[in-house]
């Protein structure tokens, strides 16, 4: 039985999950900026903006298959470095 208020976990985030938080989004940056050109702009076609692969082609003027690669190559590279999905 909970007696007291004190008893009940916060919902607030503690000061180090915020901390914890920017560190991964500028890292997460970061490591954008070092993918290849085509891996980036295939990523935030596809995953960010989330276009289909035939208006991604379009507007970037790579290939579907082009896209393709690039997008698995630039995930691939996010989770190594992150340590996902191995």
């Known amino acids: 039985m909970i007696d007291d208020a004190n008893d ?3 919902l607030e985030p503690s000061p180090d999950a915020g901390l ?14 070092e ?3 085509a891996q980036r702009t ?5 995953k ?3 276009l289909s692969l035939a208006e991604a082609s379009r507007r970037s003027g790579m ?3 082009a896209l393709k690669v690039a997008t698995h190559r630039a995930m691939h590279a996010l ?3 992150f340590g996902a999905g191995e």
């Not at 914890?20 to 900026?33: G, H, K, N, S």
């Not at 295939?42 to 596809?46: D, E, F, I, M, N």
């Open 8 to 10: 009940i976990a916060s």
């Open 20 to 33: 914890d938080a920017q560190r991964a989004a500028t890292t997460l940056r970061e490591t954008l900026q």
């Open 35 to 37: 993918l290849p050109t």
């Open 42 to 46: 295939a990523l935030g076609l596809t």
């Open 48 to 50: 960010i903006e989330d």
């Open 63 to 65: 290939t579907v298959g």
């Open 79 to 81: 989770r190594r470095r």
